[in-house]
């Protein structure tokens, strides 16, 4: 049982004090009745509290896969482009979901939105070892040495913000056609596919993610369409089932 005030404070944009005189004003029902006592014990997932004659929207953290269309970007605003939060409906709560690590603006795929800070954090963390799998298409064909060189860990050259050449975590590339290589990477560094491409003369001309963990990018969702993930999608993409 939680106190009423911390109840509403927590899934409305109210302060507690804003609540209190939302309470004194008897703005409050719980199964039906009027409560005014801010420190009122409810079961939140139980009790059916309105605010203002409006069901208290419990929610405790959203999970959502979407596929990403090229020509947003993965952040939750920007002055010029389009983020990947216009592709979600106003009402669930936008303000409070972010993007899971990024995909660049002309990358599609998979990519997770949610509220949960930690969650977030277990799949974008290299330490965590949450597997991306990205198909690519390049500018000419996938070779053995390209195979060989993401097994031994590509060197990153310098580029834009970065400063010094990074080395990259030993990485799976499998030929699915001639120019299109399917490759599995655990961590997420500035343009990481394309620039290890790049240390092998080869252009990416289309990237798409496909997989997070044990999740696949479901077959029925579209460019631009979501989906709701459950607790079992979650252990998915962790790795966990
Ligand atoms: N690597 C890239 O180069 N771009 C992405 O969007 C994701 C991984």
């Known amino acids: 049982m939680e106190r009423l005030d911390k109840v509403i404070s927590n899934y409305t944009e109210y302060s507690r004090s804003d609540v209190k005189k939302l309470l004194r004003d008897k703005c409050v029902t719980v199964n039906g009745t009027i409560v005014r ?12 509290i309105l605010l203002n004659g409006e069901k208290l929207n419990i929610i405790d953290n959203i999970y959502i896969a979407l596929n990403k269309p090229e020509g947003y970007i993965s952040a939750t605003e920007d002055r010029e482009s389009l983020t990947v939060l216009d592709l979600i409906e106003e ?59 993401f097994e031994d860990g590509v060197v990153l050259r310098k580029d834009g913000c970065m400063v010094k050449e990074e080395k990259c975590m ?65 252990l998915k993409i962790k790795g966990e089932k």
Do not use: C, W
């Not at 006592?37 to 059916?48: A, L, M, P, Q, T």
């Not at 990358?107 to 997770?112: A, R």
């Open 91 to 149: 009402n669930v709560i936008r303000s409070k979901i972010f993007p899971v690590g990024r995909l660049d603006k002309d990358t599609t795929g998979l990519i997770i939105l949610t509220s949960d800070g930690v969650f977030s954090h277990e799949i974008v963390s290299p330490k965590k070892h949450v597997d991306k799998v990205y198909d690519a298409t390049i500018d000419k064909p996938v070779t053995d040495e390209m195979i060989k060189g």
């Open 170 to 234: 030993p990485a799976k590339l499998e030929i699915i056609e001639n120019n299109v290589g399917r490759v599995t990477l655990r961590e997420g560094k500035y343009h990481q596919v394309k620039r290890m491409f790049e240390a092998f003369g080869a252009k990416v001309v289309k990237l798409n993610r496909i997989q997070i963990g044990n999740y696949k990018l479901p077959k029925d969702l579209k460019l631009g369409e979501y989906r709701f993930l459950n607790e079992d999608d979650l």
């Open 37 to 48: 006592e801010y420190d009122y014990k409810v079961d939140k997932e139980k009790d059916e």
